[in-house]
């Protein structure tokens, strides 16, 4: 099966083809635009890279779309993005004004272009779907919940990835097994003892996420992408109070204190550096006071999430590290694991030095939890949800 990813970003277009069968998969052509103006331009010039290229003779040959969506009003998972798929992330555009237009907008162009390609989105959200209902709620008032504003979770994909790839690891292929029929089967009962994750992507943007039996328990972000751990430019959780409180002291208006917390704030904000945590670290290496206060906020927060997930799990047999600053930062992941012997965290400190960006093992052979570092790779997820979701639907 040939399957497109799609990844429209706000101002960027990237594709993968993959050719995928019940073993797995391989990319067949990738490419991408940045700096996109006009999203229906970049599309069906990379369709016609395609064929001209000689990745495909004819556009008929891509069986499906997939779109990395973020969240919809009253709809996740992994489903079909036809006209209610993209109503709903029209519903939503406010919450994600980045995001769900360019994916509207895109789910329609393909509709048009390849009318005879099975279009699939895998909400972000997909994965906290079977959180308890007091893990997915805000203290809010009738009204407010009324309008959809919950906890719901992202990097679900990522996340999910990690559920599967763990639980081979740790040798329990009943849970992986399960974890690959999840959005198709939904959460199926595991005999014997339970399996506990956590999984901590840290990238441009972060998250943790509790994880028993290969199913999310809770993450640390919820209404937005804008909550949980401190984010590259975002601020990552406020009480609610520090917003009305700026406005009135500062005298900026709303837009003006949503745009500095979304886009000068987090590690940015802190450092007064950048954005990115490899001049962070470069900075603080050298002394800068701010920039050590960054990182150290980052570590807080993961350790914060770490501390609430193992509790509510009842322990843990693997803490796993994955994205650009999880898989390229062996610094952060031992100033996370530091002192958590009692915990049955215990990082192996040469393994982990020497994993860059590759999957390995880095925990002591006496720590109780297994500490993981597993590569994120996105777009393949999304190529296996979407042949697992049609394979499926055919039989
Ligand atoms: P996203 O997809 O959310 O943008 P990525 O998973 O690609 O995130 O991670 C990007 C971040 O990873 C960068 O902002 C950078 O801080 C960090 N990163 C990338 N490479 C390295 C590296 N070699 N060492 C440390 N951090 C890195």
Not at 206 to 227: D, E
Request: charged residues 20%.
């Amino acid at each position: 099966m040939r399957i497109l990813v799609a990844n429209l970003g706000s101002t960027s277009f990237k594709y993968r083809l993959f050719l995928m069968d019940e073993h797995g998969g391989e990319v067949l052509a990738k490419g991408g635009y940045e700096r996109v103006e006009d999203h229906g331009t970049v599309i069906e010039d990379a369709l016609s890279k395609l064929q001209s290229e000689g990745h495909i003779a004819d556009l008929s040959e891509i069986d499906a779309v997939a779109f990395k969506t973020v969240l919809g009003k009253n709809l996740s998972g992994c489903v079909i993005a036809d006209e209610a798929a993209i109503q709903a992330l029209e519903d939503f555009t406010a919450v994600a004004p980045a995001h769900n237009p360019p994916y509207a907008a895109g789910i329609r162009q393909f509709a048009k272009i390849l009318p005879k390609a099975t279009r699939v989105a895998l909400f972000e959200t997909a994965f906290y779907q079977w959180a308890t209902p007091a893990g997915q709620v805000y203290a809010l008032p009738k009204a407010w919940r009324d309008i959809g504003i919950r906890r719901y979770g992202f990097h679900g994909a990522s996340h999910k990835f990690i559920a599967e790839r763990s639980a081979e690891l740790c040798d329990r292929e009943d849970v992986a097994d399960g974890v690959r029929r999840l959005y198709l089967d939904g959460p199926k009962p595991i005999a014997g003892k339970p399996l506990r994750v956590i999984s901590c992507h840290l990238g441009g943007s972060s998250s943790v996420t509790g994880i028993l039996n290969g199913v999310a328990i809770g993450t640390s972000m919820g209404f937005s992408p804008q909550s949980g751990l401190p984010q590259n430019n975002r601020v990552g959780d406020l009480d609610s109070g520090a917003i009305p409180y700026a406005m009135r002291t500062l005298g900026i208006s709303l837009d003006e204190a949503e745009r500095q917390l979304t886009k000068q704030a987090g590690l940015l904000g802190l450092s007064g550096i950048s954005n990115d945590i490899r001049d962070v670290n470069a900075a603080a290496s050298q002394g800068n006071a701010d920039a050590q206060l960054a990182i150290d906020a980052l570590v807080h927060s993961i350790r914060h999430w770490i501390g609430a997930f193992q509790l509510e799990l009842g322990g843990l047999d693997a803490l796993v590290f994955t994205a650009g600053i999880g898989e390229n930062g062996p610094g952060l992941r031992a100033a996370v694991c530091h002192g958590l012997e009692n915990f049955g965290i215990m990082l192996d400190p040469s393994k982990n030095s020497a994993c860059l960006a590759t999957e390995a093992t880095i925990s002591d052979g006496d720590s109780l939890a297994r500490i993981l570092v597993i590569p994120a790779n996105e777009e393949l997820v999304l190529a296996r949800e979407v042949f697992r979701k049609l394979s499926y639907q055919k039989n």
